[in-house]
């Protein structure tokens, strides 16, 4: 990122752009579009509602956390009728559940379903494969527009085998860069819904990037030194390898719900084939607020660990264990952790630490790399 700032409309930047879109197809796992805009993620959600969708259009959408809320809120504001199935906020989409609205669906009156792959205010992932097979069942035509905000380039995401139509993404996680970038990939099937959709757009219009990209340029100015950025976080990512990436996420995830179990407070997700290898969440224990002891961790050890959102505020702790992360990067996270809670009087067992220190040190010893 720290460069001279290029000509986007000069040669330099047309490679740019070219090295960029290849970079990113095998990380979405996909041959089709990816539009990119200077944005948040929230902006990239906005953009996939807005080129596929007309006004008064019913959407399926499933409370699974705070950003399932989120997802509400936009496609309410844009005038969409929301079918808005109620959670816990401790499982993922039901795939039962998905498939029985759909086909109770029998006019088709469903136009998208939208799932957040993996929760980030509650360490939940949705299993999107499980999703598109009971979807296909019902051989229901809605689209499937996913958020995989703090998914893609940590949790392994397939755009195409699992017949995503759009892929919402923000550049601040997996990718490894400051927030900045959002992201759309894009079916054929989402591209030719833009066609007919009626919902105004402009700045998030998909047309013009994607026939502006063709020469390697954008129809505004774009996040030029994030986009520098972005190319040599996707060297990073193909350098090591997806699927070593992948798995060094779950040896993390692994080592840190080793911890929280032993220093005893529950999980947020209940369901293991459900556990997120991006994020880990747990609770507070009764009488104890779980900001006073992100507080203290962070007066005392300079290290500041995720709030529990809407619904889950004051009561869950949230650890982040994706990206650019290492062995050592989590045993002193676990450690401040393990610190913080004695500091704040929180009531546990110790030894959380060398729990994920023996669950690290064993599956270096075993795991063999994919090359």
């Known amino acids: 990122m720290d460069h001279a700032v290029i000509d986007h409309r000069g040669p330099e930047f047309a490679e740019l752009t070219a090295d960029i879109i290849a970079g ?32 008064a259009d019913r959407v399926l959408l499933f409370e699974t956390g705070h950003f399932s809320q989120v997802w509400r809120g936009i496609a309410e504001r844009l005038g969409l009728e929301v079918e808005y199935v109620p959670g816990t906020w401790r499982r993922g989409v039901s795939e039962t559940e998905l498939e029985s609205r759909l086909a109770a669906d029998e006019r088709h009156t469903f136009k998208a379903v939208i799932v957040v792959h993996n929760e980030t205010s509650t360490g939940v992932a ?3 494969g499980a999703l598109r097979t009971a979807m296909n069942r019902t051989g229901h035509p809605a689209l499937l527009i996913v ?77 030029t030194n994030l986009l520098l950025a972005l190319r040599e976080a996707l060297r990073m990512l193909h350098e090591e390898g997806l699927q070593n990436v992948f798995l060094r996420h779950d040896r993390h995830a692994r ?64 650890i982040g264990h994706l990206g650019g992360f290492n062995d050592l990067m989590l045993a002193g996270t676990l450690s401040g952790i393990e610190m913080g809670l004695r500091l704040a009087g929180v009531p546990h067992r110790d030894g959380g630490v060398t729990a994920a220190l023996q669950s690290l040190t064993q599956e270096v010893a075993t795991e063999q790399p994919i090359g």
């Open 24 to 55: 990113l197809r095998p990380v979405f796992k996909t041959t089709g579009q990816i539009v990119i805009f200077p944005s948040s993620g929230t902006g990239a959600a906005e953009a996939a509602l807005v080129n596929t969708l007309s006004p």
């Open 126 to 128: 949705s299993r999107i």
């Open 147 to 223: 958020d995989a905000v703090s998914s893609l380039g940590s949790i392994d995401f397939r755009q195409d085998e699992w017949q995503v139509d759009v892929t919402v993404v923000g550049s601040q996680k997996g990718l490894m860069l400051p927030p900045g970038l959002g992201f759309n990939a894009v079916s054929d099937k989402a591209i030719a819904a833009s066609a007919n959709a009626k919902l105004p757009r402009s700045y998030w219009d998909w047309r013009p990037v994607l026939e502006l990209n063709r020469a390697g340029f954008f129809p505004y100015t774009p996040a």
């Open 255 to 318: 080592a840190t719900r080793a911890a929280v179990q032993v220093w005893g407070p529950d999980l947020v997700c209940e369901d293991p084939r459900e556990y997120s290898s991006s994020m880990t969440a747990f609770f507070m224990p009764d009488g104890h607020d779980a900001d006073r002891f992100r507080s203290i961790v962070l007066e005392h050890f300079d290290m500041s660990l995720g709030a529990g959102l809407s619904r889950l505020s004051g009561k869950v702790v949230r």
